[in-house]
């Protein structure tokens, strides 16, 4: 078998097989059943830029986002300046939050410091939200 061969059998994740299990104009709960966690880990790598997801890891020009997921808008780091407006619009971080936010962050909250246009594929959203919810400590405190 072909290199070539192989490598295009991975290098689109199996997107399309996942958007046709996901079932025409798919739901966020439609994607988030087909997303794939380690497709999320290499599409975050836009974001790592500005955010770690080490535990621990300092803040970059945006928070640490280890451990995001069911946490309160602009309370993940304490060490990182949160924009008023962020930590004033009163929310969690969930599936339907993070896919919003990671849609267009100044269209979910206006006058966030967030400067990222954000994914307008939703199921680039889905697998972004997988990799997020699997960054959260180990209940034995192993990674």
Excluded at 35 to 42: F, I, T
Excluded at 45 to 69: I, K, T, Y
Excluded at 116 to 122: A, E, K, L, R, Y
């Amino acid at each position: 078998m072909s290199a070539a061969v192989l490598l295009s059998g991975c290098g689109d994740d199996r997107r399309e097989e996942r958007l046709a299990a996901a079932g025409p104009k798919p739901s966020l709960e439609s994607l988030l059943k087909v997303a794939d966690a380690k497709s999320g880990g290499r599409k975050f790598r836009q974001c790592a830029a500005c955010h770690s997801v080490l535990e621990g890891a300092m803040d970059r020009g945006g928070p640490n986002l280890f451990g995001v997921f069911g946490r309160k808008f602009g309370t993940n780091s304490t060490r990182y300046g949160y924009t008023a407006a962020l930590t004033g619009a009163g929310g969690t971080w969930d599936e339907r939050t993070l896919d919003s936010w990671i849609a267009a962050p100044s269209a979910m909250i206006p006058g966030t410091s967030m400067q990222f246009s954000g994914f307008p594929d939703p199921l680039d959203r889905a697998d972004l939200i997988a990799y997020l919810k699997t960054q959260v400590p180990s209940p034995n405190g192993l990674r």
